[in-house]
């Protein structure tokens, strides 16, 4: 099974493969600031089943989108492609796993640069840092989001989908997890008309609306009994014109100041129960995502003795 960059991909950063059986290989990949695509090359009419390509982490700063109805972060047949979004240089982790009794359908990665910077000298690449330590008991993840205007939002575990510094209205999420079983499940609550808390969500069913304008303002997820018992969630969420809220435990609950602010990020990553891994840092008010501001009318003072 071959691996192969694009050209002017391979002039601008270091790539790193590795074998880890005779069925599966791993990759780095070295991804400059901006859009990219990861392309999917291979013969389609070649003897065997095409070989499933799965990115496994991406590091801070750096997203994947998809096509609607495509399973995030993984490409299962010649001609996918997965869209790029770094907003500062970094990495991805991707493993090729052959499928089916052969698995001999030789395949290519192509990652070129998108837009007009695609021949503009890269910038100083920081440290990389795939992903957070993951504690004993717990089990790498995606976590999926359709965001409003913007369309389905993958990352892993740990890491950021929209957030502090690129805040979106949230619709919908997914949690999945990679090679094994994700031993969580999660409700997520809107506003508007039939507003409340949906059911309880089983791990790789998506929860939520898509293109309904109606973001979500509450999440909750929960360890499911089977999990390890030395593990807790660790939960980061933004809500529109408030700060990051951290949850640490076995079961956490987002919810913004008032019923009508949109959660507009979120991060979730397992810890080591009873280990608190610290508050976070403190920030400013959440950006608006548009220009658009709302004003509310203050609620009169109401009686409780009256």
Not at 29 to 55: I, K, N, T
Not at 153 to 165: F, K, L, S, T, V
Not at 197 to 215: D, K, L
Request: glycine share 12%; net charge positive; aromatic share 4%.
């Amino acid at each position: 099974m071959n691996i192969v960059a694009h050209p002017r991909f391979l002039q601008q950063t270091k790539w790193m493969e590795r074998t880890v059986s005779g069925s599966e290989r791993r990759a780095t990949l070295r991804v400059e600031r901006g859009l990219s695509a990861l392309s999917y090359r291979g013969d389609p009419l070649a003897a065997g089943e095409a070989p499933e390509v799965e990115v496994l982490a991406v590091s801070p700063g750096v997203s994947l989108l998809c096509a609607p109805g495509e399973r995030p972060g993984i490409l299962t047949t010649p001609g996918q492609v997965l869209v790029v979004v770094a907003e500062t240089a970094g990495a991805i982790d991707v493993v090729m796993r052959a499928s089916g009794a052969t698995g001999t359908l030789p395949l290519g990665l192509d990652l070129k640069r998108m837009g007009a910077d695609a021949d503009a000298a890269p910038a100083p690449s920081p440290a990389l840092r795939l992903r957070p330590d993951l504690p004993e008991g717990g089990v790498e993840f995606l976590l999926r989001a359709h965001v409003s205007l913007r369309g389905d939002i993958a990352a892993p575990r740990g890491h950021w989908i929209c957030g502090p510094d690129t805040p979106g209205r949230i619709e919908g999420i997914e949690m999945r997890g990679v090679a094994a079983e994700l031993p969580v499940e999660y409700q997520v609550a809107t506003g508007g008309r039939g507003a409340g808390w949906s059911p309880w969500t089983p791990a790789g069913a998506y929860a939520g609306t898509r293109g309904r304008a109606q973001p979500l303002i509450g999440l909750r997820v929960r360890l499911l009994p089977e999990a390890a018992p030395g593990l807790a969630l660790r939960a980061d969420g933004v809500f529109l014109g408030s700060s990051v809220s951290t949850r640490q435990g076995r079961e956490i609950e987002l919810v913004g100041p008032t019923p009508l602010d949109p959660m507009v990020g979120v991060r979730l990553d397992f810890v080591t129960a009873g280990l608190q891994t610290g508050a976070a840092p403190a920030s400013t008010p959440v950006r608006q995502p548009s220009r658009l501001r709302i004003f509310r009318r203050p609620s009169p003072v109401v009686d409780a003795a009256a």
